[in-house]
């Protein structure tokens, strides 16, 4: 950081930090609850998947509806926004069995509206806002704000496990209340730091100009698949773990989930401290290779163990597809304005939405496979266990396609990124 600038933006960059906490709890406090909801309220696995797909798509839309106004207006009314939808979004979600006791359901899909909204929000501003900040580190700001949220993916998830272990999956919406305290804080943080001023308007470059640029296509490609991997195994590792390997629900969310987002963040924390020194797109390959073969073993392994060392390299080979495509493009395209980010984030939320989407509808479909199911019995396995394999055997499409695509930019355009 900059420490001979007038403004000390360090509370700035904690409120970041703090921002992308409560974005992964948006993302992944309901994953966790899979299970618990489909016994409680006879939820299909389409629905589940669903209430992500409404998740991502929803984050879509505040990605575009909103970044022109961003740019016009300024940072601070629309991140005070974004923890004050989380906290109402959460409230809500927690409390739909008493509002909606006829159809819970739909006191989900609302809650899930809303609260994605937030995270729309801050995939959004929370970028671009760090971005802005005057320092010469701006691989190691970036880095660290995404680990930030692998981090918190990690409290996330020891904390929800941990509370549905020790006082019953029927305790549920005690845990999301204790979530929506996190964005509450955050609105108040969000209220008082000082935020630094974008890219003046006419220095900015145009926005029609960029979208039909090639290179910014293959960015918006790299995402969208390396977002459609990476949220297709969070969303789906608790419920594979307990359904698809039969392993207690505790032991798989903290071993396999918890590891998954550990390793994560292990892989964004590094990128932050050496990340300056690395051809940023060569280790994005490699990633998205492992990845690949990750999703294979998860989907094919006859021993648990080995399916949850798949998730957990998963995780660090994942780690820098979705920053790493960030930086990128920041680095290639330094005048665009908070819509540039907006439009990669969208990239990325509609892989993010459509990834673990398809992944329920594969394991519905399979599921329901006379064939399928003779041919899972001979296996030793369930309709519901060959479901869910077959579901991670299609997320191999995934990291196969963010590898194509970066296998073309950096025949095209390889570059490192260097500060």
Partial sequence: MDSTHPVSYRSTIYAC?????????????TPILFIPLREQFGLSFSQLGTLVLINFLTQVLCDILFSNAVDRYGFRRFVVTAPALAFVGFVLFALAPVIFPRSPYIGFVIATIIYSGSGGLSELLLSPIVNAIPTDEKVSAMSFLHASYSWGHVVVVLVTTLFLHFFSRTAWPYVVLLWAILPLINMFMFIRVPLAPGVPKE???????????????????II???????VSITQWASSFMEKGIQLP??????????????????????????GSRLDISKIMLAGAIIVACCFLIIAFSPFSWLSLAAFAASGLAVSLLWPGTLLIAADFFPLAGAWMFAILAAGGDIGASVGPWFLGIVTDWTSSVPALNTFARQLGLSAEQIGLRAAMLAGFLFPFFASLFLLWFRRNKGISIER
């Avoid at 505790?250 to 590094?270: E, K, N, P, Q, S």
């Fill in 224 to 230: 969208a698949a390396g977002g459609a991997a990476e």
């Fill in 249 to 274: 629900k505790i032991f798989g969310d903290i071993a396999g989930v918890c590891g998954f987002a550990l390793m994560m963040g292990i892989g964004r924390t590094m990128l932050g401290k050496i």
């Fill in 203 to 221: 220095h900015r470059q145009g926005m029609k100009a960029l979208i039909l640029n090639r290179f910014f296509i293959i960015f918006f490609l």
């Fill in 17 to 29: 930090y703090l921002g992308n906490i409560v974005q992964a709890a948006v993302i992944n406090v």
